[in-house]
Structures are given as structure tokens and as C-alpha cells.
């Protein structure tokens, strides 16, 4: 009794802060998207918890059980949800503004429908007959279809992390990564898959749980602890505008700014090839978490890399448009602005310019090129 106890408690404690941290954050930002996102992603967390003790009843003290009924199917439906949320959120935080493919909805809404809907419909004319199709089908799939969405949050959170120049933000990801991961690893891989194909006792699967619910409770523990300073707000909304700096700090900062445009303009440090933003701070002399800071406030640039593909992208601009380097390869002229390899120069100067170098190159010659 003394460990149902125990168990009943880190419940309680895990229920307690995902409340905190909704209401922290609604109170902070209540018509902010991502924290919209993330107090969906605390109620399924909370459904988690409690459909727990109903599905576990057969192994727990009728004092520590919750029969919810026909409840369970709407509080499963919301659990399952997570991975989905986890996705839609890393995608809003990282990808400034791009749109959501829509095959990774298409994803969303099919394994969504697996979880209870049509399980729920089928279960009284297959179970019996086709206990493995159930099980592939209800439980393999959709936790695949979860790992793909989960995947796709971590490939953004962790690309172009280096370049990113949003100090929260990058503080934001390894949130999301410990997140997807841990969720990956122990709610799907390990107790949602393993322990069934094991065919271990429930009073195991509720101990697996209760790690899960310990490692949860530990994660928006820390959260709830962050939430409470003062710029709480950017861990949620990394992009929101800084607080405003005291004179001092802006003569600095121009000096600085200053000299990173002359970096760029005269000394057109751009056309290092793999230079990143510790080189560049290492090159100026300049700390590098104050460096991504002025890019980023001073400049405007999110990214590392945007900042280097509109200089590099510019100065090749300025070569296709003369007349006098018409016999010059465009891998060359790639080559000498600062790229590694034409792939990603094509890359960029599709998305900046919206043709390719050959074009524009051509149409340079009929009217005056907007470099």
C-alpha cells in the first residue's frame, strides 16, 4: 500500500505542474500561438496520467484506481495527440514561418484515426478473430506514425542549430529535443511496444509508466522553474522583440554592429567557405553569444546562414549582371562568393531571387538586373 502510495503522489506532483506550467504560461501569454500548443501539450500529458490508473485497475488498489468509463476513449484520443503537437509546435518555433507540408498532416490525422476512432469501431468484429492484425494495426502503426512526426520535430530543432542566432530559441531546443526523445524512447518504443511484445505482467507495465511519469514530472518541474523569471516569455515566443537597452548599451552595440558590416561589406569575410558564427566572432574579437545577439537585434537575421546567402548571393548578382564576366562559369563565380559546392548556392539563389543564376543572367541583358 505504502508504494501505491508513493506511486499516487509523483501523479499528483506531475498533475500539479503541468497545471502550473498551462497556467504560467496563459497568464503570460494567453493569445500566443505556441503557448496555446504547449497547454494542449500539458492537458494530454494530464490525460496520460489519469487514463493510466484506468487502464492499470486490474493491478491497482481500488483505493488508487479511476474507473473513467466511457471517458477513457476522448482522454486516450488526447494523449495520443502529443507527438502531433510536439511536431506542429518544433515546426512553428524553427522554421520561421514556413508553411506545415501537408503530407505530415496527412500523417497526423491517420494515425490520430488509428489511436481510437476506428480502433474503437473494430474492435468487436476483429479482436477475437485477429488479435495480431489488431495489434499491428492499432498499436504498431500509429506508434510509427508517431516516431515519423516525432523525427521531424528533432531534424528541426537540431538543424542549423549552430547558426541559429535567437539565444532563447536555442535554449527552446533543447527542450524540444530531450522531449521528442524521451517520448520516443519510453512511451512509445518501450511502453507502448515492448513491454506488449513481451507479453510482460501489468504490474510491470505500471512501474515502466511510472518511470515515465518520474521523467515527466522532473522535465516540467524544470520548466515551471524557468517560467518564473522575468523573460520567462521568450523561451515560448523566442521571436518577440527584446526589451529595450540603456544608452550605454546601444553606443556599444553600434560600434559593434559597426564593424561587423564592415566585416562584410570591405573586408567580405563572407566568401570564407564554412565560416560560421565562432569564426566570425573569433575574427572580430567579439564574445560569440554577443555576437548572434547584435545579428540578431541589429541586423534582423534569425539565421547564420541567411545572413551569409544574402551577401553571397548578392555579390554573384552583381558578376552575372556584367557584361564583362559573361565567360565566367556560375560554379566559379559560387565558388569565389564563399560556396562549397553549386547544390547549395542553387538552392539559395532560387529561394532569394526566385529563377535560377542562368536566368537571371539573361534577363540581365534585357533590362537592368535588381541585385
Known amino acids: 500500500m505504502n508504494l501505491h502510495l508513493l506511486y499516487a503522489a509523483i501523479d499528483g506532483a506531475h498533475v500539479a505542474f503541468l497545471v502550473a506550467l498551462a497556467i504560467r504560461l496563459l497568464a503570460l501569454a494567453p493569445r500566443n500561438r505556441n503557448v496555446q500548443l504547449i497547454a494542449l501539450l500539458a492537458f494530454g500529458a494530464i490525460c496520460s496520467v489519469v487514463s493510466a490508473r484506468h487502464s492499470y485497475m486490474a493491478v491497482l488498489p481500488a483505493a488508487f484506481a479511476v474507473?473513467?468509463?466511457?471517458?477513457?476513449?476522448?482522454?486516450?484520443?488526447?494523449?495520443?495527440?502529443?507527438?502531433?503537437?510536439?511536431?506542429?509546435?518544433?515546426?512553428?518555433?524553427?522554421?520561421?514561418?514556413e508553411r506545415l507540408p501537408p503530407p505530415l498532416l496527412a500523417v497526423w490525422a491517420v494515425q490520430t484515426s488509428l489511436e481510437e476512432p476506428l480502433e474503437w469501431m473494430a474492435t468487436f468484429a476483429w479482436a477475437p478473430a485477429q488479435p495480431h492484425t489488431m495489434f499491428a494495426l492499432y498499436e504498431v502503426v500509429p506508434s510509427a506514425l508517431q516516431i515519423v512526426m516525432l523525427g521531424f520535430a528533432l531534424v528541426w530543432a537540431l538543424r542549423d542549430s549552430d547558426a541559429d542566432l535567437v539565444e532563447a530559441r536555442r535554449k527552446t531546443r533543447v527542450v524540444l529535443v530531450v522531449v521528442s526523445v524521451a517520448?520516443?524512447?519510453?512511451?512509445?518504443?518501450?511502453?507502448?511496444?515492448?513491454?506488449?511484445?513481451?507479453?510482460?505482467?501489468?504490474?510491470?507495465?505500471?512501474?515502466v509508466h511510472t518511470c515515465v511519469t518520474v521523467l515527466g514530472l522532473l522535465l516540467s518541474g524544470t520548466i515551471v522553474v524557468l517560467l518564473l523569471r522575468p523573460d520567462a516569455a521568450r523561451f515560448v515566443d523566442p521571436l518577440r522583440p527584446a526589451p529595450v537597452a540603456a544608452a550605454a548599451e546601444v553606443s556599444r552595440d553600434e560600434y559593434d554592429v559597426a564593424r561587423i558590416r564592415a566585416a562584410f561589406e570591405s573586408e567580405r569575410v563572407y566568401r570564407r567557405m564554412g565560416l560560421t558564427v565562432g569564426a566570425l566572432a573569433e575574427h572580430l574579437?567579439?564574445?560569440?553569444?554577443?555576437?548572434?545577439?547584435?545579428?540578431?537585434?541589429?541586423?534582423?537575421?534569425?539565421?547564420?546562414?541567411?545572413?551569409?546567402?544574402?551577401?553571397?548571393?548578392?555579390?554573384?548578382?552583381?558578376?552575372?549582371?556584367?557584361?564583362?564576366?559573361?565567360?565566367?562559369?556560375v560554379l566559379t563565380l559560387a565558388l569565389t562568393a564563399g560556396y562549397q559546392s553549386i547544390t547549395p548556392f542553387n538552392r539559395a539563389f532560387r529561394a532569394l531571387k526566385g529563377m535560377t543564376p542562368t536566368q537571371f543572367r539573361a534577363r540581365s541583358r534585357q533590362k537592368p538586373a535588381d541585385c
Not at 517520448?183 to 512501474?207: C, G, K, M, N, T
Not at 547564420?304 to 559573361?326: S, W
Open 67 to 97: 474507473d473513467l468509463g466511457p471517458l477513457i476513449i476522448p482522454m486516450n484520443l488526447a494523449r495520443n495527440l502529443t507527438s502531433g503537437l510536439v511536431m506542429v509546435l518544433s515546426h512553428r518555433i524553427f522554421r520561421d514561418g
Open 183 to 207: 517520448h520516443i524512447v519510453l512511451a512509445l518504443l518501450v511502453e507502448r511496444l515492448a513491454l506488449q511484445i513481451w507479453a510482460l505482467p501489468s504490474d510491470v507495465y505500471f512501474a
Open 285 to 329: 574579437k567579439i564574445p560569440e553569444y554577443r555576437l548572434r545577439s547584435l545579428i540578431h537585434k541589429n541586423l534582423g537575421y534569425r539565421n547564420f546562414n541567411t545572413l551569409l546567402h544574402d551577401y553571397r548571393v548578392a555579390e554573384v548578382c552583381e558578376a552575372l549582371a556584367d557584361p564583362a564576366q559573361d565567360d565566367m562559369p
